[in-house]
């Protein structure tokens, strides 16, 4: 075990200060810019599953005449104005304190809600916090607006009511808002992990192949053994990428500190932002492992660009369909699917950043990471043993070549 | 280590429905050089690789070193594969002492040595360029002191000498001839027959993933009898009686397998007759008469068809 580690070690520094010193850092460097991309195209993919997550619900306490009234008035300016105009409405009846009730509702998280309206259709007043108020006021105006005409309109003579007044009381935080704004840091832990693991894995491909085309695995499997080869290559790449988490950390510290007034905007994980960052590492580690050692098994099985390229393709695309699965668990963290995508290996490390983000309990990470560590154990001893068979099978390919290209020419002779 | 540096029994090794070895047994002296015949695809290479423990036989043993586990003695063994390798963005120092840290020398260390090596071949100008920018002479150098760095007890050659010029094919012979005088095993693969001929003590001629010999060079000589070139005055006469029953004409000279008797008798009844000897020569046979005996007609022609091997 020592002789592996210290020739995997041999092997990985090589990797590394070949990588680190080569263009193909620079491009590295410049990955994290694609996330924008991509955002774009995961928000779609997620904004069906989080979409009742993420849309905004006010609790309006109400007898049950306004109540009715207002969820007529909604119901009635949804078919003008579309459902994502409006706020939803979890109308509830006055309890003995609404004082004491409004405090509940905006500490509840199992009820999301953002903001709590009460004082009836007459005498309005929205309390939480001021980010909350200002996303839902003017929709929330529109309805207790909506609900006032109709009254009056029943009310045979009565003269239109003049447009509401909503009295605002800030508070500091709300589960709901907090929960909104959580989603936003699950979503981009994800999308970080998944550009960087599959930057990363790329690159594992790319260097497996370039070492294949170079000839170069023969004289490393004539003096070590595959096994610290496939390590070797796997803790360079880690390194190369820590390097670059390191560079990007230190950027991001930079720009904080530039930036600080703006820090507020920034939505912070449940777990905190020291647990979270430390989550990020492990995951991003254990999610690196998982694809790695899978690619490398699969750049065993080729000789050529192409060849990898059909290989790498299914694998890629899974991938994505595997980053959309972990997607759920920002929309619904409770739910079977997410529980799956915790479950599920390769989904894993993805679910659970995302489950980071929003939830403060610890001890499921420390399940998850186990979960992972059992399975990377798994899948790199499964893909070392795919690569042992395989990795040389390509230079019998060249000598049969040969060989013919010998008996033609006899032939010829 | 004992008497042998490898020793194989009964090697099998399928590739597919193909069978690339089939019961190879070898024993390489250690300290000698050994040379390991064949043409292209004859199993040449499979069994290095075996030997070395890169792939597992399907069956069979074998010991490097003494060891049944072949890559626990790499720090021992030095390989240069057919199919050379280096990094075209290292320079030669670095991979150097890089291959010599995969078989276990601390990196500083390999970079002192590699220096000094390449200053003592030449290379000394260029140990800081990158291998792209080398020729492909200079690139196999390194690759061959690569192989040599960690000094090791052991050195496998596959086709050493494929894509080198004579000059370099002479420098090769004489490293290898001195790493042996050093006490180290050198076996070797090689379709180019006169290499084994200068070179080795021992050799196995492999052809269809078996060995066909495996011996003394002179043992393998000595499967032929020497060859009697007769060239006469007189094409007639008494003497011809004396002509062993072998004996036929060819370009205007007899030729003939010298008999068990010598020549003498032959040689009597023509100064007797007065035949008149113009040419009379008696020719050992060279290893490769040998090896188209052993190996056959089309194994032979195989080794002496032009060298088609991709070299980097």
């Known amino acids: ?413 | 280590m004992g008497d042998y540096a490898i020793e194989a029994h009964g090697l099998v090794k399928d590739f597919g429905a193909t069978r690339a070895l089939d019961g190879i047994d070898l024993k390489v002296p250690a300290g000698s050089i050994f040379g390991v015949l064949g043409p292209n695809g004859a199993g040449k290479t499979t069994t290095l690789r075996v030997l070395l423990g890169i792939i597992d036989p399907d069956a069979g043993e074998r010991t490097l070193l003494g060891d049944s586990r072949p890559l626990r003695q790499a720090r021992q063994v030095g390989y240069l594969p057919e199919e050379r390798g280096l990094y075209p963005a290292m320079n030669p120092r670095e991979a150097i002492a890089f291959m010599g840290a995969l078989r276990g020398l601390p990196l500083k260390e390999g970079r002192l040595r590699a220096s000094a090596l390449l200053e003592a071949h030449g290379l000394g100008h260029a140990a800081d360029r990158p291998i792209r920018t080398l020729s492909k002479g200079m690139a196999q150098t390194v690759q061959l002191l690569g192989t040599l760095v960690h000094r090791p007890r052991l050195i496998v050659l596959d086709e050493p000498f494929s894509g080198l010029d004579a000059l370099n094919q002479g420098r090769l012979e004489a490293l290898i001839r001195a790493q042996a005088a050093d006490g180290v095993t050198v076996i070797f693969s090689t379709h180019v027959i006169a290499h084994a001929e200068r070179l080795c003590e021992r050799i196995a001629i492999i052809a269809g993933g078996q060995v066909r010999f495996e011996g003394a060079v002179e043992e393998a000589r000595g499967r032929l009898n020497p060859r009697v070139r007769l060239g006469m005055r007189e094409e007639h006469g008494p003497w011809r009686a004396a002509l062993p029953a072998d004996a036929a004409r060819q370009d205007g000279l007899w030729r003939f397998d010298l008999p068990d008797s010598g020549v003498e008798p032959l040689l009597r009844a023509l100064i007797a007759s007065g035949a008149g000897i113009e040419t009379l020569s008696i020719e050992r046979p060279g290893l490769h008469d040998a090896f188209v005996v052993i190996a056959g007609e089309q194994a032979a022609r195989a080794m002496d068809a032009p060298d088609t091997e991709a070299v980097p």
Request: proline share 6%.
């Open chain 1, 1 to 413: 075990m020592r002789e592996l580690l210290r020739a995997a070690l041999v092997i990985a520094r090589r990797d590394y200060v070949a990588t680190v010193w080569s263009r193909t850092f620079l491009l590295f460097l410049i990955g994290p810019l694609l996330p924008l991309v991509a955002g774009a195209l995961f928000g779609a993919i997620g904004s069906e599953t989080d979409r009742s997550a993420s849309h905004a619900a006010i609790a309006v306490i109400a007898t049950p005449a306004d109540g009715a009234a207002l969820a007529a008035a909604r119901g009635r300016l949804v078919e003008r104005l579309g459902d994502d105009a409006l706020p939803d409405l979890l109308i509830l009846p006055p309890a003995r304190d609404p004082a004491a009730q409004t405090r509940a509702l905006l500490a509840d998280r199992a009820k999301k809600v953002t903001a709590v309206a009460r004082g009836g259709i007459g005498t309005p007043a929205l309390t939480g916090p001021a980010r909350a108020i200002g996303e839902t006021i003017d929709g929330l105006g529109l309805i207790y607006d909506e609900a006032r005409q109709a009254r009056a309109l029943a009310m045979a003579g009565a003269a239109a009511p003049p447009p509401v007044a909503i009295a605002r009381h800030e508070v500091e935080t709300a589960a709901g808002s907090d929960a909104a704004s959580r989603m936003v840091t699950a979503r981009l832990g994800q999308l970080i992990l998944m550009m960087l693991t599959m930057i990363l894995a790329g690159m594992l491909l790319s260097n497996l192949i370039e070492e294949k085309s170079n000839k170069v695995i023969e004289v490393l499997a004539a003096a070590v053994p595959v096994d610290a080869i496939f390590l070797g290559k796997l803790i360079a790449m880690l390194g190369m990428s820590l390097t670059g988490i390191a560079i990007w950390g230190g950027t991001a510290a930079a720009a904080v500190l530039l930036l600080v007034p703006h820090i507020g905007a920034v939505p912070a994980p449940a777990v905190g932002w020291p647990a979270f960052a430390l989550f990020g590492v492990v995951y991003f580690v254990g999610c690196y492992l998982l694809l790695g050692a899978l690619f490398l098994g699969i750049g065993a099985q080729a000789s050529t660009v192409r060849e990898v390229q059909t290989l790498s393709m299914p694998v890629t695309m899974a991938q994505l369909g595997v980053v959309a699965f972990a997607a759920t668990v920002v929309g619904a963290p409770g739910s079977a699917l997410a529980i799956a995508a915790m479950i599920f290996p390769w989904s894993s490390p993805y679910a659970m950043i995302a489950r980071a983000a929003q939830s403060p309990a610890l001890w499921p990470h420390a399940l998850a990471i186990g979960w992972q560590a059992i399975w990377i154990a798994i899948i790199i001893r499964l893909a070392a043993a795919r690569f042992r068979r395989s990795v040389l099978r390509s230079g019998g390919g060249g000598r049969r070549s040969r060989g013919r290209a010998r008996n033609r020419k006899i032939s010829a002779a």
